[in-house]
């Protein structure tokens, strides 16, 4: 099982659309949370963090469930400029590694 | 602006001619890493620093090698690159924990290598 499990997609959606990904990560001792985007063969950046109170950053709302031990991200009014690759990534406290889940795939369509 | 740069952002190689892949931060961050990217996946993690302390994977190959020989730059080294060592190679760096935001990477923006 991959640690970081995520829909790969592509999510195809017309401007203006919600829409919403989720995660699942492995390891319960996990302790920060976040969404990463990466543009076609450009390299991955900090979207937002994820906080167990949820947490939103303009049309990006994300959320964490510890229990079930998944992360969403939706995102309302979906603009071209949204269509990008989200990873799904979690990090241990105890060290400095993240692990990046494989990515949800976005298109949004005029 | 303060930045990661990686250098080439393209490279050639022969099957089995060793290659070295640059990266050089202006971040003045303590942490590097190098991730390896293949199509359509997740970012690998081959090893990281933190200062001069290497931390290598458990499943990176011997044939990937690094260096360190200052905060600014790392070098990373494939000894014999292998038709399946093309990919992305993407260096990252994130300052020291109990910094602001110290769980941020930041990326260059990567060396596509080919192995013909």
């Known amino acids: 099982r991959k640690e970081v499990e995520q829909d790969p997609g592509p999510f195809n959606v017309p401007e203006g659309a919600t829409v919403a990904f989720n995660c699942t990560y492995s390891n319960s001792a996990s302790q920060s949370f976040f969404w990463y985007r990466q543009d076609c063969r450009k390299e991955p950046k900090l979207l937002m963090s994820v906080y167990s109170s949820g947490n939103e950053d303009g049309r990006f709302t994300a959320q964490l469930n510890r229990a079930s031990q998944y992360i969403s991200l939706l995102i309302r009014d979906s603009k071209l400029s949204d269509s990008a690759t989200y990873l799904c990534v979690v990090g241990m406290d105890s060290s400095y590694k993240l692990i990046f889940g494989s990515g949800t795939r976005l298109l949004v369509r005029p | 602006d303060a930045m990661v740069i990686q250098n080439p952002r393209y490279q050639v190689t022969q099957f089995g001619k060793p290659v070295t892949l640059s990266c050089s931060q202006t971040?003045?961050?303590?942490?590097m890493y190098w991730y390896q990217q293949k199509s359509s996946q997740a970012p690998k993690l081959l090893f990281h620093y933190y200062d001069k302390d290497f931390n290598n994977e458990a499943d990176t190959p011997d044939n990937f090698q690094s260096r360190r020989p200052n905060t600014s730059f790392c070098f990373l080294d494939i000894r014999s690159p292998g038709l399946g060592d093309a990919a992305m190679y993407l260096c990252?760096?994130?300052?020291?924990?109990?910094?602001?935001?110290?769980?941020?990477?930041?990326f260059g923006p990567g060396t596509r290598l080919t192995v013909l």
């Open positions: 971040l003045n961050h303590n942490v």
């Open positions: 990252a760096t994130s300052s020291s924990p109990g910094r602001p935001r110290s769980y941020e990477q930041f």
